[in-house]
């Protein structure tokens, strides 16, 4: 997916917050984008998603998923029913069992939500509500999937769920906002773009980007864990 001479003015700004900038997206893998807070990493993705005017050419088109931040939840709904929820739209599936459930998802999915199906999500801890999201998301197939901060406040175990069921998908292309390092050195194959001064600063492919990791600069955008 390539953005060239991308420009984008904020509505009631008098100057464009990002002006030509260009992205060339590998697609069928998972890429990164990093940044310092208020780089404009949100932004950028709302702009691969259609969801902002911009001058200057996005191609090809592709379907999109956007997982943000948490959404909110009613504390009395089960994983049952938020399943029924969020794959019944996708699937036509009005009420969902544990047994429909195998047709509909992947492995590490089924294997998460089976020991929680009945439970209130009111029942859960934060970083389980929040995987449970991402995970019945992540089964609606698109071909553009964009993830902001996925693994801020889950716990690394919960981000290797993660990270099984994005691998069991390998045909979509990923953009994945992230401060944290460890989820960049999880994936065997992928870019990492570098966004700074409103502009791709720089980005790196997995044998390059273990040089970068030492540079000072570069490195205040990651937290230290
Ligand atoms: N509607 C708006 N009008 C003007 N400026 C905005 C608007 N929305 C965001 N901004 C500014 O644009 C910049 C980029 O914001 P954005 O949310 O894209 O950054 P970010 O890199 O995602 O930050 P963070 O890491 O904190 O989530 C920020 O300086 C922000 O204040």
């Not at 890429?31 to 993705?45: C, D, E, R, V």
């Not at 209130?120 to 089964?139: A, P, R």
Request: with cysteine; net charge negative; hydrophobic share 45%.
């Amino acid at each position: 997916m390539q953005l060239k001479s991308v420009s984008y003015t904020f509505p009631r700004a008098k100057t464009p917050f990002f002006e030509n900038l260009n992205l060339d997206l590998p697609e069928h893998q998972v890429n990164f984008l990093i940044g310092q807070n208020g780089a404009g990493k949100t932004t950028l993705a709302d702009i691969l998603l259609g969801l902002r005017p911009v001058t200057g050419e996005i191609t090809p088109k592709l379907s999109t998923l956007y997982l943000n931040q948490k959404l909110p939840m009613l504390p009395a709904i089960r994983v049952c029913d938020v399943a029924a929820l969020v794959l019944g739209v996708a699937t036509g599936h009005v009420k969902l069992s544990l047994n429909d459930l195998e047709d509909l998802v992947d492995a590490p999915t089924l294997t998460f939500l089976t020991p929680i199906w009945e439970k209130h999500y009111s029942d859960l801890s934060g970083g389980q509500q929040k995987l449970v999201q991402l995970l019945l998301f992540l089964q609606v197939d698109r071909d553009l999937v964009v993830l902001d901060e996925p693994t801020a406040f889950i716990d690394r175990q919960h981000v290797a769920t993660l990270f099984k069921v994005i691998k069991a998908h390998p045909q979509r292309t990923y953009l994945m906002i992230t401060h944290d390092v460890r989820d960049i050195e999880a994936f065997e194959q992928y870019r990492v773009f570098w966004l700074a001064d409103r502009q791709i600063k720089q980005s790196w492919d997995q044998t390059t980007f273990a040089d970068a990791a030492n540079e000072a600069e570069f490195l205040q955008n990651f937290q230290t864990v």
